[in-house]
């Protein structure tokens, strides 16, 4: 089975810190992402990536930054983090046919 | 960009068949539409995918009309375990890495 590790799940931290988190997937998918889900919003695309050192936006960016040094490993980085983004954020990874692996998510809260 | 609409939520009960509907007007040509399901605290699951006309496996049903504009997830005698979320998944036109999930459909499964 294809298992995709997020390293935290439940994370504290206080506004303006620099908070990362990690996603690890076990399967050679190229594809990776990230997503934050919110009540009433459903799933918003943060980044993906689609090779090692490579990133595109996906539709809520602003705040956020990616880190894909190795095909296994995608980072999300908050350099500032603020309290609206208190959130769940979910990685998933990508295999054939465009199916998704997500991890168990990360509940953030920014204080 | 792509876009898909479903109802915000269902309700049912044990033993019934229900069927949720997904508009995806501007799916791409090589896209497959694929359907999730997340419980609370979780991150979402695969469910099934297909191309067009019918798809079937050991949970769920999907059909796809000919010009591909809509999909609906049928989840045969469903039992209060299926209480979630639902979600329908398309390809975007603008890139093909950028998967849009639908805003989710919440199904209550009553005894």
């Known amino acids: 089975d294809v298992k995709v590790t997020q390293s935290s799940r439940y994370l504290v931290k206080r506004t303006g810190e620099k908070v990362f988190l990690e996603c690890v997937q076990d399967m050679d998918h190229e594809n990776m992402f990230w997503y934050r889900q919110d009540p009433g919003l459903g799933l918003r695309l943060i980044y993906f990536?689609?090779?090692?050192?490579?990133?595109e936006k996906g539709d809520i960016p602003e705040g956020y930054s990616v880190s894909r040094e190795k095909k296994e490993r995608f980072s999300l980085i908050l350099e500032s983090a603020s309290t609206n983004q208190t959130s769940m954020y979910l990685c998933?990874?990508?295999?054939?046919?465009?199916?998704?692996?997500f991890g168990s998510g990360t509940q953030l809260s920014v204080l | 960009l792509a876009k898909t609409t479903q109802p915000i939520s269902m309700d049912s009960y044990e033993g019934q068949e229900v069927n949720i509907t997904c508009s995806h007007n501007n799916i791409a040509t090589n896209d497959y539409i694929t359907w999730y399901q997340q419980f609370p605290s979780q991150g979402p699951r695969f469910i099934i995918q297909g191309y067009k006309t019918k798809v079937t496996n050991e949970v769920a049903s999907l059909f796809i009309p000919a010009d591909r504009k809509s999909s609906t997830l049928s989840l045969p005698r469903v039992s209060l375990s299926d209480t979630a979320v639902y979600y329908c998944?398309?390809?975007?036109?603008?890139?093909?890495?950028?998967?849009?999930f639908g805003s989710g459909t919440r199904l209550l499964v009553r005894p």
């Open positions: 998933a990874s990508q295999g054939g046919e465009e199916k998704l692996f």
């Open positions: 998944l398309v390809g975007d036109m603008d890139s093909s890495y950028k998967l849009i």
């Open positions: 990536s689609y090779d090692v050192k490579m990133k």
